[in-house]
């Protein structure tokens, strides 16, 4: 008997499939599909009801922009409130307070004690691009060094620095010039770390790199943690060679690791940092925080947009950082992880087609696979768990290169009631499968 999740009708019920004909018609199909065929009508903390009265557990968060979850209440309030004052001006045109108080909140975040300042974007993507616009324009070199298994965006600069070329990179070249792929040192990785900067000199000449750019937890390339002393490593070598250290915490950022920047748990100070997913609740909001010396290198007027940095998404990431901190979230998270990775281990003992557990805090995934010995990518039935899990009202997103992952992108609002019944349902999909 679940105490939360509730389906009134089979899936999808009457009302969704009448609006997934009218989205066949009128939905230009390179957007693709969707992995619930199920229509949202409300979502509150970790649950969502669809049109038809069918209530879920959400794991995706809104694919990680949910830390506080669906409609947090004081998000509301503030969007509310906003939009009954103004919802534009263009910050370079008329400004408002609120971009300079998210600013300086961010900025104070951030780590290490170099002064720093923030600019804002609309998306991780346009995060990125700017981070690569700022480091090269401050170097005055052309050069970007990516990762294996990296995910930076669709735009024609960040799909090339993703990794994954189907369906991100689909007939879509030429790509953008300059962008070197280098073995991200997973803690599974046979590489040493001294061996890294052997395949960097022999790949491109170091005096031309501009910035080593990286998630720290890789987020769609599997939740790939660094091996030990792997982005200590990087940020001797990016100062050795004058390159710049920019981290993009797009998924891994606002506190999914226990930390507020996944970066913290290395105690590194990057030079550059992107933000975006649940800085703003889901709503459009993007943020570079880079070392003031580097953003004051770069005349007025090279950045920006029209729509950055919206007053109304300003003011809800205002209160996401409120809310992080008045229900310490960050502690929150620690131990969503530990009940996790409790759950996804005790799996591996049970389960063959489970594999290895990836991740640190919230930020937690579950390999599946064939063969736990040659770890061959279960990828077939990766697709049929997620699909029995949404059979029984839960979502679960996927992850990797090979989409073999479960990765966990849950509302840290989430009740550990909550949290059970959705990993209950997935147990029992996994053991069908």
Known sequence: ???????????????????AQRREKYIAKPMGSSLSPCYIAHGEGALVTDVDGNQFIDLTGGWGCLAVGHTHKKVVAAVKDQAEKYLHTD?????????????????????????????FFNSGAEAIENAVKIARAHTRRPAIIVFENAFHGRTLLTMTMTHKAMPYKYHFGPFAPEIYRLPFLSS???????????????????????????????????????????????????????????????????????????????????DIICLAKSLAAGLPLSAVIAKKEITDSLPGGCIGGTYVGNPVACR?????????????????????GERLKERFLKMKDKYSIVGDVHGIGAMMAVE???????????????????????????????????????????SLEITDEQLDEALDVLEMAIAKV
């Open 188 to 270: 599974s990785h046979p590489m040493a770390n001294e061996d890294f900067e052997k395949i960097l000199v022999n790949t491109v000449t170091p005096d031309s790199v501009a910035a080593i750019v990286i998630e720290p937890i890789q987020g769609e390339g599997g939740f790939n943690v660094p091996q030990e002393g792997f982005l200590e490593y990087l940020r001797k070598l990016t100062d050795k060679y004058g390159m710049l250290f920019v981290t993009d915490e797009i998924q891994s950022g606002i506190g999914r690791t226990g930390k507020f920047f996944a970066i913290e748990n290395w105690d590194i100070e990057p």
């Open 91 to 119: 910050f370079t045109a008329v400004p408002y307070e609120s971009l300079v108080e998210l600013a300086e909140k961010l900025v104070k975040l951030a780590p290490g004690n170099t002064p720093k300042a923030a600019a």
């Open 316 to 336: 809800a990431a205002l209160e996401v950082i409120k809310i992080i901190e008045e229900e310490k979230l960050l502690d929150k998270a620690v131990k969503i």
């Open 1 to 19: 008997m679940t105490k939360f999740i509730s389906l009134k009708t089979s899936l999808p019920g009457p009302k969704s499939q009448e609006i």
């Open 368 to 410: 599946l696979v064939k063969d736990q010995n040659t770890k061959e990518p279960a990828i077939q039935e990766t697709a049929q768990v997620v699909q029995e899990c949404l059979k029984n009202g839960v979502f679960v997103p996927t992850a990797g290169i090979n989409k073999n992952f479960l990765r966990m992108l849950v």
